[in-house]
């Protein structure tokens, strides 16, 4: 157990529907991090916040879009699904600000567009 | 760049035998290369990191090094075990500033054969 909580676990949705992922960070770590991993494409990085603010930025869609609130957990929002969306979504947390350190991952939130 | 290359995609071995994954990165500031190992179904876990100022670091059968001048670093895994079949990333920071992220490549399946 990382230690690190996202919910649902498994989403199944049609497209252009809006779905909300929630993470819950370990307990201490400020920074969490959201990857997109599809079968061909690996591990992809959305989008980084420390402490409540956006940290880094990789290929997010504009359709997505995330926070950290003031507790620190994570919402990661998808809108105008399509099914190039479905994939398994990842939360991971650290103790770094910068992308140093061992990232803890969730156990990730299976998506699925139909 | 932000491009962090992973060969090979797929990599079979007989029990015993020794295993060579292989990331280059193109982002000359990066600085820090951790390795994450993944098994089905599970979520991505690190397995062993270096940092620039270090050629080489070694735990018990697993070890990486690191060219920066050619940009280049690998994972070998010693003495592989049916255990270790999992998928394998590599990942390198990108950036500077506290704003550096994670970048994986898009990984290495790995097989050992009994």
């Known amino acids: 157990d990382s230690g690190v909580t996202q919910t649902p676990k498994h989403l199944i949705t049609a497209t252009g529907q809006r779905v909300t992922l929630r993470c819950s960070p370990r307990?201490?770590?400020?920074?969490v991090y959201w990857y997109q991993q599809s079968l061909d494409q690996g591990l992809q990085f959305l989008i980084q916040?420390?402490?409540?603010?956006?940290?880094a930025k990789g290929n997010i869609l504009e359709r997505f879009s995330a926070q950290q609130f003031p507790d620190l957990h994570s919402e990661l929002n998808l809108s105008s699904l399509e099914l190039g969306d479905s994939a398994l979504y990842f939360c991971?947390?650290?103790?770094?600000?910068?992308?140093?350190?061992?990232?803890?991952f969730g156990e990730g939130s299976r998506l699925t567009v139909l | 760049g932000e491009n962090v290359e992973q060969h090979p995609s797929t990599l079979s071995v007989q029990e015993g035998d020794s295993a060579v994954i292989k990331c280059t990165y193109s982002?000359?500031?990066?600085?820090?290369f951790p390795w994450y190992k993944q098994e089905l179904g599970k979520r991505p876990q690190l397995i062993i990191d270096?940092?620039?100022?270090?050629g080489e670091k070694k735990d018990q059968r697993i070890a990486v090094t690191l060219n920066k001048t050619a940009k280049h670093f690998s994972l070998h895994i010693t003495e592989t075990q049916p255990e270790d079949s999992a998928v394998y990333f590599c990942?390198?920071?990108?950036?500077?500033?506290?704003?550096?992220?994670?970048?994986f490549g898009k990984g290495t399946k790995l097989t050992v054969n009994p």
């Open positions: 991971a947390s650290s103790a770094t600000r910068g992308g140093y350190g061992e990232l803890f």
């Open positions: 307990s201490g770590d400020l920074s």
């Open positions: 916040y420390y402490n409540g603010e956006e940290r």
């Open positions: 982002d000359s500031a990066s600085n820090y």
């Open positions: 270096i940092r620039s100022n270090v």
């Open positions: 990942a390198a920071s990108i950036g500077q500033g506290g704003s550096e992220k994670l970048v």
